[in-house]
């Protein structure tokens, strides 16, 4: 354990600080009396003997990794149930604090399976399904993706035949390609899952739908009949997540087994045709709308971690024989760190906006209300593959601006990127992703074009594009929006410009499309960008706060936007939009910035209230005792448990000692 207070520096850093972190704590966590409770939760959590004891993961192999992230979140479950929990969101805070490195093998259970069957079942269904889920006596996941297909969810090849005799569905996976491949706890967790397969019923395909499926025996846990499953091995990260594959052998359900609240097969194998199109695929836009928030959390972890380390490490002196400099105070620092710092706040305003979004226009679905699903499936979708992108870069910055400890697993960041990755891949890979926005706004600039009304979040495309920048050298932020505005306006039309010019000259509008992917992923960035930037300004404007702690969250406002247009000027500048002079304002409003946020820094990230028991980083400490703490880490090395290891013996030595005959002079001869 280190020991001695905090650290001098630390200490200095928190006197210095022009707002008090605990008035944007409280702004994070929706009010101080959700923070108490927050504090309470995670504190009854890190205190709970199971979790305290636990070994910690990064000298554990996978298998021990696996039972220690099962014991860990089981226990959490149960626990959860016995304190009477109930909101989402304070189940979160508990289970991070029990669990805060162990990845839940039965997250996708309550995070996709459950809600699935509460949104896409009968009232029969959940009545039976439920309560089994709730006391864990079915554990599910969520099988769509196969080894031949992730993206191309259409092209699915695992079929679902509908026998009218039997009043049965086959399942099969009837080649190697439509096995089930990677769905998480599918492996070993897992006794049940909801199948993504194409529906065939007199002898017609209505394409992907979804059914249960029992994988395994509920008491012995052995796979069910016609049914080989398994672990598909270790990963990137998520080691102690066993996502699986599946093969399925004509294996037989009953026809119940059909999600039907929205799709139905009649006992006779009539197809029913839905209301609304879509509607199976809402358990992904679920996920995708929590994503941005979980991502966001993942950056500001490793914010806290890189920056209070940056304010404890000193390295070189500044004038000759001076005292060495907290490298936070090089400015080349400061550009790495207070970006990252302000993306991570950016994203999780984001996050806050897509989920209330997404809350508001599920309940609108619910009522049979259709219309706004273009928009929850455009935004959300962009703001995931967006929030995701943003973020995993930004992690990795925070992990090299940590120099040679940053690679070290006692920093904590490696696995926080690892686990963090995946999030540009899994509930649609980013650029799909991107180009489902980039659809949704062709379709609306045609709209435009019509004459018709847009979306209230898509009507800056009304404006003219034939306008300058109104930048001076007081960057104010009402111009900032105006130029994210511009510039993906600009970039919609000429892709949809491109997009003409093609099918004008004969190409079919599906080969103009495909030929013009890149920059309608341009475009799709662009909006997603200006969405952010706009959210995040509206989102400090109103927030209720004093005017210091505003000034100083305002600043990492500012400082996203900035960098933003600095970061793809050619973009913004392309047209003449903002000219010479007005760049010269922005690239010196960024120094600026940096200035401004530097005194603030170690509040700004003490403000995201992470434990230390949560964040598990020698760096990251609240008492700066890195270096005390990175001795007792390496000391607690699993190879330093001997002193002289067997593999000296069986390795080393008995080269040592052939090289050494060989070398000897006689043996030469
Ligand atoms: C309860 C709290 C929860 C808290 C959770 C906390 C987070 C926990 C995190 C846990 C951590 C890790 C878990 C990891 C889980 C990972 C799980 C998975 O990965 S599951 C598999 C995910 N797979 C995908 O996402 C596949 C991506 N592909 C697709 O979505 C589709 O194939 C496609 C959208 C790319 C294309 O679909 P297609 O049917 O081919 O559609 P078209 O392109 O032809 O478009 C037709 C039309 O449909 C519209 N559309 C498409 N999708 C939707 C949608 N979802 N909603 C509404 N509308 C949609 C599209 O816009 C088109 O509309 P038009 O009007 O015709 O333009
Ligand atoms: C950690 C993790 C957990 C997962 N958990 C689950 C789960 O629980 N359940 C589940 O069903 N699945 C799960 N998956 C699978 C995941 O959803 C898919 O991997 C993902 O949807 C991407 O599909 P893919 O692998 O087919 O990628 P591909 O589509 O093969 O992507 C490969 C490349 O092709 C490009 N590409 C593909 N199609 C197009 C196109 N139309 N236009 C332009 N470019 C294209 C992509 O941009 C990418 O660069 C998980 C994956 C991971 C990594």
Redo the contacts with the bound molecule.
Sequence with gaps: MATGGVNADLAKERERATFDSEQLTNFLYRGPEKVRRKRYLQNLAIQDPVFKKAPLWAFLNREQQYATALKKHLHAYRRIQELGITEPVEKFYYREAAAPHENSPIG?HES?FIPTIEKQATEEQKRKWLPLCHSLKMIG?????ELG????IRGLETTATYDPVAKEFILSTPKLTAM?Y???N?GKTTNHCLV?AQLITKGKNHGIHMFMLQTRDMETHQPLPGIELGDIGP?F??FD?D?GYMILKDVRIPRENMFMRYYKVLEDGTYVTPPGDRLNYLSMVLLRSAITSMIGQHLSQACIIAIRYSAVRRQTEISPGGEEAQVLDYQTQQYKLFPALATSYAMLMAGRFMYDFYLKTTAQIEKGDLGTMPQLHALSAGLKAFSTWECTAAIEVCRMSCGGHGYSHASGIPKIYVDAT?GC????????MM?QVARFLMKMYTNLQKGQELPSFVQYMTKSLDTKSCMKEEVAPKCLVMAYEHRASRLIKAAADAIQAMVMSGSSPQEAWNKN?VPLTWAALAFCHMFVVKNFFEMVEDAKMDGQTKAAFMALCKLYAVNGVITHLGEFIQDGYLNNQQVQYIQKSLLDLLAEIRPNAVALVDAFDYPDAILQSCLGRYDGQVYQALYDFAKSSPLNEKEVLDSFFDYVKPVQQELEAMNQPMARL
Excluded: D, I, R, S
């Design positions: 996708l996709m996941t969520y099988a769509q993706t297909h992730g993206t191309f089930k990677w769905p998480g599918l993504m990963k990260g998520f997540n996502n995946p891949t899994y509930e649609g890979e980013n650029t799909v180009l992917t």
